[in-house]
């Protein structure tokens, strides 16, 4: 299988500042791939790589075995949208998407099914000034629909949109890769994207950190066992002894990581503390998202590099 | 190529950016009619010079056009419509060519309504005043083609300008203290090198005889020139930079 997009050793500075360092990856076709990382980590970098917009340092980034900018007609097999905002505000979206159908000799038919298909068509003649971010956000995804594409490439498309929104993409995109049509799609909040992907993409500070299915990556990465205890402070402290790490998560329940519910028990047993209940919990997706990208999900402070990226996370 | 001029001369009509500019050129034309009219002395307008400078109001056109040729790129990086633009046609070389082609033709639009506009008005205030009228034939035709000519090449130079600079209120600025600073100022001072500038170039190429000016046609290579420098230092940091 020919991969849609392949990723060889990308890289990318600004002056001292490393973007992207030596990213590799390939998206095989139907599938939709999560790319996610926090903000900064390189998303949108790498996405402008893959678009023609941004030449790399080093490394290339392919697209249907082609740079970008060596396909013809792309439109007609990318669609792709970076920011919600690309348009003029005096000009109508109708007229918006006609200036784009015309460079990739598109009627001006193609423009009203589009419009159609997004729901904007009562606003299709205002200009675009008047819009809702909502609108502006569909808008732009009708602009990567013109050509009817077969990869559609969209960064941080739920950025802004109101939950509503967000279903509406959800369910548009589904039925898009349904028909074999593969999708990128990066977010920094992976329970944007977590109902919507297969696969996940992540990165951080520019790295590739992991590159698995969605499944694989819950069970990869082990949870949590929760324990209910009156003593909590005594239980801790035996916990630590052992070299585990632990969390409060309120007066009565701790969260021990990286171990088995038999092990806990034992210590608890060992140390004497009661315990009213023991649960192997898996953890939550965004557990793991923030745990391989070693912040809360937002700007990397950098006070946790320890925790961040271990390199045997990589797979 | 012809997809995206299309494409292009499709943005310069669906916003109304290039109507204002239009109405803004008739005015000022006006205005200028205006004060030629009330300003030049009973008597006056009956030399060649003064007859050819009362026609030439049209010429005022240019700098529109120009602004029309810096909006057309300019507007793209402002709003951000630049990165649609390139996705849908990644040679970035095409893009920039169509933008010349189309300020071509819309700057022959600026040139044929201010240049009818300025010359009818001119027409009209010499006729009105009961003088003769000593234009020859060869230099009412030099006049009105080179306006048009020039007002053409000026909405491509334009396109260059608003290439390298991408800014757009730096382009509107800079193209701005440029035609109407920096060219008198140095026409003024070293009038052998300000001659060769665009404004200068402009004055030689529709027959305007103030001294120091270069012939009509080597005014218009110069224009030309001009326009062909810029559009390629344009192209090759367009093709060359990041877009973000």
């Known amino acids: 299988m020919t991969a849609i997009v392949r990723a060889e050793s990308l890289s990318k500075r600004f002056g001292r500042l490393t973007a992207v360092e030596d990213l590799s990856f390939e998206l095989a076709a139907g599938t939709i791939t999560g790319f996610l990382g926090p903000n900064g980590a390189g998303k949108t970098t790498t996405l402008r790589m893959l678009l023609g917009l941004a030449a790399p340092t080093s490394g290339r980034a392919l697209v249907f075995d082609q740079l970008y900018a060596q396909l013809q007609q792309p439109a007609l097999r990318i669609g792709a949208v970076l920011e919600a905002t690309d348009f003029h505000p005096g000009r109508s979206g109708r007229d918006h998407l006609r200036t784009l159908g015309l460079a990739a000799g598109l009627p001006d038919s193609r423009a009203d099914e589009v419009l159609a298909l997004v729901e904007l068509n009562d606003a299709a003649k205002r200009r675009v000034k008047g819009y809702s971010l909502g609108m502006r956000q569909r808008l732009g995804l009708a602009a990567a629909l013109l050509g009817d594409p077969e990869l559609l490439v969209l960064d941080e498309p739920a950025n802004g949109l109101d939950p509503e929104g967000v279903r509406w993409l959800r369910d548009f995109l589904r039925a898009f890769a349904s028909g074999g049509r593969t999708v990128l799609i990066s977010s920094h909040v992976l329970a944007e994207v977590a109902q919507t992907v297969d696969q996940v993409l992540i990165i951080n500070r520019g790295r590739l950190v992991v590159e698995s299915s969605l499944e694989q990556l819950t069970a990869q990465v082990g949870g949590a066992v929760r324990v209910r205890t009156p003593g909590v402070e005594q239980l801790r402290q035996a916990l630590e002894r052992e070299q585990l790490q632990t969390t409060a998560s309120n007066e009565h329940v701790l969260l021990v990581h990286g171990t088995t519910s038999e092990h806990v028990g034992d210590v608890a047993l060992a140390a004497g503390v009661p315990v009213h209940e023991l649960v192997t919990e898996g953890s939550s997706l965004e557990q793991v998202f923030l745990e391989l990208t070693g912040g809360d999900g937002s700007a990397v402070s950098g006070a946790t590099p320890s925790a961040a990226v271990p390199p045997e996370a990589k797979p | 190529m012809i997809a995206q001029v299309k494409a292009e001369l499709l943005k310069v009509r669906s916003t109304r950016t290039t109507l204002g500019l239009v109405l803004g050129m008739i005015a000022l034309i006006l205005l200028f009619a205006l004060l030629t009219g009330l300003l030049s002395k009973i008597g006056g307008l009956s030399t060649t010079e003064d007859q050819r400078t009362t026609l030439s109001l049209g010429s005022l056109a240019g700098i529109f056009s120009a602004l029309a ?96 600079v991408r800014n757009q209120v730096g382009a509107v600025i800079g193209l701005l203290a440029w035609g109407f600073i920096v060219d008198n100022l140095l026409f003024g001072l070293v009038p052998s090198v300000g001659r060769f500038m665009p404004t200068r170039a402009q004055d030689a190429l529709i027959g305007l005889k103030t001294e120091h000016l270069l012939s009509p046609a080597a005014g218009g290579l110069v224009l030309v020139a001009w326009v062909v420098v810029l559009a390629l230092i344009g192209l090759s940091l367009v093709a060359r930079r990041d877009v973000s």
């Open chain 2, 69 to 164: 040729g810096v909006l057309l790129v300019t507007s793209e990086f402002r709003f951000g419509t630049i990165r649609p633009t390139f996705l849908f046609t990644p040679v970035r070389s095409r893009v920039l060519g169509a933008k010349l082609t189309a300020g071509l033709l819309a700057g022959l639009v600026f040139g044929v309504l201010g240049e009818g506009v300025g010359f009818a008005i001119g027409y009209l205030i010499i006729d009105a005043r009961g003088i003769a009228f000593v234009l020859s034939g060869g230099e009412v035709a030099l006049l009105l083609l080179g306006t048009l000519a020039a007002t053409a090449l000026w909405a491509a130079l334009g396109v260059g300008f608003g290439a390298i």
